[in-house]
């Protein structure tokens, strides 16, 4: 059943030419805890941009084209629709309906550019660190990003049938379990820097929490939407988190 799930959770977190099957989805729908499981090949695959006989700031701008080529965009869509949740006045249904307007306001806008940058300023800093912090790095903050998701298919509710809905309608809160022993062994890539893994999973369940409680006030629950945000903000937040905590390690 899980390696089902995974199978799918790579046809569903990544680009990569797996195809696509009910069978494969249901499974994903029931077992989250495929998605830090993936975030292991995520982050070995985009990890190998620091390979590159580049200059920094090429590096830099690979690790983002990369990223996005890898697993598509489908969760910047996530970051833009609640950026523009977020600046819009009204109640829960209101802010529902200006993430559903295919139209990119201010608020999306700025969400996406903060996040394009604050990506390509990480991967600036990360070309700098040798190689292997810099791979571990990647590697423990994209299976913790994928982890955060799946938290919040365990924890939350959706507020409407969608996407969120399917997954959150089948797991609870005892499916955290597998999650975490899935996802705590990528810290020992950082060993013998304890700091910066501790940096990456703290800020992850930090990020986490905050999506779910602002989810839960503003939208009335965790959508689809949700999810792919916070698989964005985790990645790049955790991302300067890892970097600091090594400079001052």
């Known amino acids: 059943?899980?390696?089902?799930?995974?199978?799918?959770?790579?046809?569903?977190?990544?680009?990569?030419?797996?195809?696509?099957?009910?069978?494969?989805?249901?499974?994903?729908?029931?077992?989250?805890?495929?998605?830090?499981?993936?975030?292991?090949?995520?982050?070995?695959?985009?990890?190998?941009?620091?390979?590159?006989?580049?200059?920094?700031?090429?590096?830099?701008?690979?690790?983002?084209?990369?990223?996005?080529?890898?697993?598509?965009?489908?969760?910047?869509?996530?970051?833009?629709?609640?950026?523009?949740?977020?600046?819009?006045?009204?109640?829960?249904?209101?802010?529902?309906?200006?993430?559903?307007?295919?139209?990119?306001?201010?608020?999306?806008?700025?969400?996406?550019?903060?996040?394009?940058l604050g990506l390509a300023a990480a991967a600036v800093q990360l070309a700098d660190l040798p190689i292997g912090t810099a791979v571990g790095l990647v590697i423990v903050t994209e299976v913790w990003?994928?982890?955060?998701?799946?938290?919040?298919?365990?924890?939350?509710?959706?507020?409407?049938?969608?996407l969120g809905s399917q997954f959150t309608s089948q797991s609870g809160t005892l499916s955290l379990v597998p999650i975490i022993i899935v996802s705590v062994p990528a810290l020992a890539l950082l060993w013998p820097a304890v700091g910066p893994a501790v940096a990456v999973a703290a800020t992850a369940a930090g990020v986490t929490l905050c999506a779910l409680v602002w989810a839960r006030q503003t939208l009335g629950g965790v959508s689809g939407d949700v999810l792919g945000a916070t698989n964005e903000l985790v990645r790049v937040v955790a991302l300067h988190a890892g970097v600091i905590a090594w400079m001052h390690w």
């Open 145 to 162: 990003a994928k982890a955060s998701m799946a938290a919040l298919v365990c924890l939350g509710t959706a507020p409407h049938e969608g």
């Open 1 to 116: 059943m899980v390696l089902r799930a995974t199978y799918g959770a790579v046809g569903f977190l990544t680009q990569l030419p797996v195809g696509h099957s009910e069978r494969s989805w249901k499974a994903l729908t029931a077992q989250p805890v495929a998605f830090p499981l993936v975030g292991y090949l995520v982050g070995a695959l985009l990890a190998l941009v620091f390979f590159l006989p580049l200059p920094t700031a090429s590096v830099a701008v690979a690790f983002v084209l990369w990223l996005y080529l890898l697993t598509g965009i489908n969760h910047l869509d996530g970051v833009t629709d609640l950026g523009d949740a977020l600046v819009v006045h009204g109640d829960e249904k209101r802010r529902r309906e200006v993430m559903r307007d295919t139209t990119i306001g201010v608020g999306g806008m700025a969400s996406l550019v903060i996040v394009l």
